[in-house]
């Protein structure tokens, strides 16, 4: 499972496994029906966030995205892997490292041989079980100058990046918000951006969460066009409160994920919202909306 550490958006896991839970038990038959197979457009290949669906069994999730024509469930660990690989699916991104959780990460000097050492040993299995990416963090502030944390963060990502170039994965930083992840430092796009362009990998680019970059900064299909180079995944979420990506937010979704395919982007697009309503109902209604 998915660290407590790994992805937390201003609630704690544990609260919103419980919420989850309720809802996963409410769902029943509304799920399934509405899990008639779709044909999506095929621009863009759809994945979800394991974290987001609770206490629902992995098999039952597995399945059902499967059915409704997802291609992945992401943010497993290597003991999940094989549940989503035996449903005809991938995991777009893999679990965090114990040695690197949000708020430790490359931008302090200290913490980089036990991330490295944890990233040597979970590397060559994200490959060995073909997965495309393997996500890091920056780390908090905690009063560490900007500068510096990027030097820090370039240097400690420089050891890594010949390992994943070998094996052909894609280490992301995810660009998170400071409001719900008080003090973490990568959380503004052309702090990340520094770092891409410092590490100068194919194999080192930023998970672009939405939902995160409009707390931060707005104006995400301009920062997005203008950065799509460095940029290797999605996530979504609404705004406000990361419930469904619907009319009761304030992002057009639709656009976003248009804009996003005509720039060129063919990458996976993983939803983490959490669903209010009958999850699988809801996540079903946040792909056809993002099937640009």
Same mark, same amino acid.
């Given at each position: 499972m998915i660290e407590d550490t790994a992805k937390d958006d201003g609630l704690s896991r544990r609260s919103v496994l419980g919420l989850a839970a309720g809802l996963v038990l409410a769902s029943g038959t509304a799920s399934r029906a509405a899990m008639e197979t779709p044909r999506w457009k095929g621009r863009l290949k759809h994945s979800v966030c394991r974290w987001?669906?609770?206490r629902m069994p992995l098999e039952e999730l597995c399945a059902q995205a499967k059915a409704m024509g997802?291609? $992945?469930v992401e943010l497993l660990g290597p003991d999940e892997w094989p549940v989503a690989k035996a449903h005809g699916l991938t995991c777009a991104v893999a679990t965090n490292v114990k040695s690197n959780p949000i708020p430790r990460g490359f931008n302090r000097v200290e913490h980089h041989d036990a991330i490295v050492r944890d990233l040597e040993e979970r590397l060559p299995m994200v490959a060995a079980a073909g997965l495309p990416c393997q996500i890091v963090f920056s780390g908090n502030r905690a009063g560490l100058d900007d500068a510096e944390a990027i030097r +820090?963060? &370039?240097a400690g990502l420089k050891r890594i990046a010949p390992l994943a170039e070998r094996l052909g994965v894609t280490l &992301? /930083?995810?660009?998170? +918000? $400071? !409001? @719900?992840?008080? @003090?973490?430092h990568c959380d503004r796009t052309p702090w990340g951006v520094e770092v891409v362009k410092g590490v100068g990998s194919d194999r080192f680019k930023l998970l672009y969460d939405i939902y995160h970059m409009q707390r931060m900064e707005g104006d995400v299909i301009a920062t997005i066009r203008e950065n799509l180079a460095h940029i290797a995944h999605f996530h979504t979420g609404g705004v406000p409160g990361r419930a469904e990506i619907d009319q009761t937010q304030e992002l057009n979704y639709a656009? #976003?994920? !248009?804009? #996003?395919?005509d720039a060129g982007y063919t990458g996976y697009i993983?939803?983490?919202? #959490? =669903?209010?309503? @009958? =999850? /699988?109902a809801s996540l079903r209604k946040a792909v056809e909306l993002c099937d640009q």
């Open positions: 987001c669906y609770g997802l291609a $992945s +820090n963060c &370039v &992301v /930083m995810e660009l998170l +918000n $400071s !409001k @719900d992840h008080g @003090d973490y656009t #976003i994920c !248009k804009a #996003i395919a993983g939803q983490e919202f #959490i =669903p209010r309503g @009958d =999850p /699988m």
